[in-house]
Structures are given as C-alpha cells and as structure tokens.
C-alpha cells in the first residue's frame, strides 16, 4: 500500500472503531491529530485510491433486544442464485446476505441469509413470511440459530492493532 504516516495512523485509529457521538469524525481527529474537515477529505481520498473500498457498520443486535439469530441456509439453483440472492437481500428481515459454493455431498446450501429477532419464533415466522411473500419457499432451507454470541470487530489493518 502506498500510505503516509498520517493516513496509516488515521487507518489504525479508525480500525478501532468510530465512537457513537455526534461528531465520529471530529472525535477520531482529536486521536491522530487532525481536524474533523481533514479526517474526512483523508479518508475521500483514500476510498478515491482504493485503500479504503468501504466503511462498514456492526450493530449489537443482542444490546437492542435481538436475542435469537438464524443464519438460514439455502439450496437454489445456480442460474437461479444471484436473482434469489438480490431479491432476499433487499428484504427487511435480513440483515446479511451471501453466496458461497456448494460442498457437495455433505453441504449442498449457495446462498446464506442472516435473520434477527427478539425470540426464536419470532425469526421463525419472519423466515417463513419471507419465502413466501419471496416465491422461495419451494428451495430446500435451514435456518441454524446461534447458540452463543462471540465479539465482533471490525477487520484489523496494522501491525499495532494486531498486536493489540
């Protein structure tokens, strides 16, 4: 990668995370020393240059009252999938939606959707509505809930932060 000092430094401080105040960007430029107005022409330019392709945002679904969590399985016809996946993925029901290849014999599933709710049959009724209002109902599905919570962090760019 071709970063300065500052851009690496801003990089790493934003790695940790963006505090939830009214002035995110104001804040993580009292930590490297720069302005707010510097921290977000930095990071313009560093999505410009392709350093940065996204920013990302990770929600507590647990702290909100989402207490039971299912990431539904799917077997959709290849040709079918990508049609499948955008239609489920603009659905408010799921928060995560993917393709990923098939391991076949054992696990014939392409097409991954995240459901959140406050009970298990809360997420169960969401994913039935879902595939019906959805015409997918007819695809092969499991909905596999979650049976204990780890920490999630967003993705990790530095060494310092590595060794953290």
């Not at 851009?7 to 002035?23: D, P, V």
């Not at 921290?39 to 507590?60: C, F, H, N, Y």
Request: with cysteine; proline share 4%; aromatic share 6%.
């Amino acid at each position: 990668m071709d970063v300065n000092d500052r851009e690496l430094a801003l990089i790493s401080a934003l790695s940790g995370g963006l505090e939830l105040c009214a002035a995110p960007y104001a804040r993580l430029g009292l930590v490297v020393g720069m302005s707010e107005a510097e921290v977000i022409a930095t990071l313009s330019a560093l999505r410009e240059r392709g350093i940065i392709r996204r920013l990302g945002v990770i929600v507590r679904h647990h702290e909100l009252g989402y207490r039971a969590n299912a990431m539904v399985v799917w077997d959709v016809p290849d040709h079918q999938v990508g049609e499948v996946g955008r239609r489920l993925g603009q659905c408010p029901e799921v928060t995560l939606c993917y393709r990923r290849p098939r391991r076949l014999p054992d696990w014939p599933f392409n097409l991954f959707t995240m459901v959140h709710g406050k009970d298990r049959a809360e997420v169960e009724a969401a994913i039935a509505g879902m595939a019906v209002r959805e015409g997918v109902d007819h695809y092969p599905r499991h909905a596999l809930f979650s049976l204990k919570r780890f920490k999630q962090c967003g993705a990790r760019y530095s060494q310092r932060q590595a060794a953290e």
